[in-house]
């Protein structure tokens, strides 16, 4: 499987106007993807939930112009111009040229919003790119209409992920792979696949609280992050502990043994942070809000034997997962005793969910 796949035959017509919109949630990875080779290749394999409520909403219309040599489109985030966005659109359109060659027949205007605040320090880019590359299949999908489901996800999966690694992951729910493992058939550098095997009971309807320690802007860029595995001096031994992870998940997952899936998790999330200590530039993206929250999360889990645990991204926001049995005493003890740590007391509530919905 390569990249020629997703190159499509001349088109022989293409529409002069219209407009689609799609809906793409944000995902939580639970063996994180950090550090990356050319062209959007992961270092290693990763794995997330898809998520349900935190979604970024874009409409993308387009009218035919004659063909440019750039490209020409407009962009708004909750109806206001956002010029600042569109050299990342550039460049994500300049990634996927060849494989939408319409791209230059068209001005587009693209609409975007999320149910989440903009500045809460949850990324946008992973839901806002799986967004666009939906829309821009099913304009391809208007040219070629035999093209079939699988297809149509799998190419829209490929280019979010030129967009934005994590993206490729926002296409579908509820588990998705990204990145080559030799025990994960289908999985794949280019694209993320739902994940193939049993999993137990104990996993449907996963819960994930977001708690807003930090909701300001990175500190870090992604792109930049990523960089910083390059001649790091731990890269090496990462990259094999994240192929060991995701290999030790694939029983968990079966099995249904939460507390090792606990472990798992908790796991990536540091050792993900130690990456960015360990690095030149170095970086201490939790807050000592992000700490209090760790250790009352593992006294509580102590204390009551309730399966809670925690994971992060590339900031100071905990994302505390649990299964659904216990939701109620968790999220008891997260507004009576976690919610305190918040930024203005701020957390979203969310869960697993099942991928991006066109609207
Ligand atoms: C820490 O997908 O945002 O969230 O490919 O440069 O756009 P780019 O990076 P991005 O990186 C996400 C990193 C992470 C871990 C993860 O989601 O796997």
Known sequence: ?????????????????????????????????????????????????????????????????????????????????????????????????????????????????????????????????????????????????????????????????????????????????????????????????????EVHENFKNYQDTILLVDKGEKQVSSTVGHNLMHNHPFAAERFIQAHNNLNNLIQILKNGDINAFNQIVESEALSLHAMMMTSLPYFILMKPNTLEIINKIWEFRNKSGLPVSFTLDAGANVHVLYPEKDALSILEFIKNELVAYCQNGHYICDKIGFGSKQL
Not at 19 to 42: C, E, F, H, M, R
Not at 68 to 86: A, P, V
Not at 121 to 135: E, F, H, K, T, W
Request: overall charge positive; hydrophobic content about 35%; charged content about 20%.
């Open 1 to 197: 499987m390569d990249e020629q796949q997703f190159i499509p035959k001349k088109y022989s017509n293409i529409p002069d106007t219209g407009k689609y919109t799609w809906s793409s949630p944000s995902n939580i990875a639970l063996v994180k993807y950090w550090g990356k080779k050319k062209d959007q290749i992961p270092e290693n394999p990763s794995i997330s939930f898809t998520l349900e409520s935190c979604k970024t909403i874009t409409s993308l219309s387009f009218s035919k112009i004659k063909s440019n040599s750039s490209f020409s489109f407009d962009i708004f985030l909750d109806d206001e111009k956002k010029d600042d966005f569109k050299p990342k659109i550039e460049t994500f359109f300049k990634r996927i040229e060849s494989y939408l060659p319409f791209l230059k027949d068209y001005h587009f205007v693209i609409k975007t919003s999320n149910t989440f605040p903009h500045s809460s320090g949850i990324a946008s880019s992973a839901s806002g790119m799986s967004a666009l590359a939906m829309c821009l299949m099913s304009i391809e999908k208007q040219i070629i209409p035999t093209l079939t489901h699988e297809y149509f996800n799998q190419k829209a999966s490929f280019l979010a992920r030129l967009g934005s690694g994590s993206a490729c992951r926002s296409v579908e729910g509820d588990l998705i792979v990204w990145g080559h493992h030799a025990n994960i058939e289908g999985s794949s550098n280019l694209f993320g696949i739902k994940y193939p095997y």
